[in-house]
């Protein structure tokens, strides 16, 4: 099963620091990810 999450948010609130968090505790898990950022 594919998963596709998305963290949505203003400027500073913390999308970029949650994502990491969600990716590293994944890996750990050894779910496979992939975590990717739109530039803007």
């Known amino acids: 099963m ?3 999450i998305t963290f949505e948010g203003g400027d500073g609130c913390g999308k970029s620091t949650q ?3 969600l990716y590293n505790r994944l ?4 779910i496979p990810t992939l975590l990717t950022h739109e530039p803007g």
């Open 2 to 4: 594919a998963l596709f």
């Open 19 to 21: 994502a990491r968090r």
């Open 27 to 30: 890996r750990k898990n050894n």
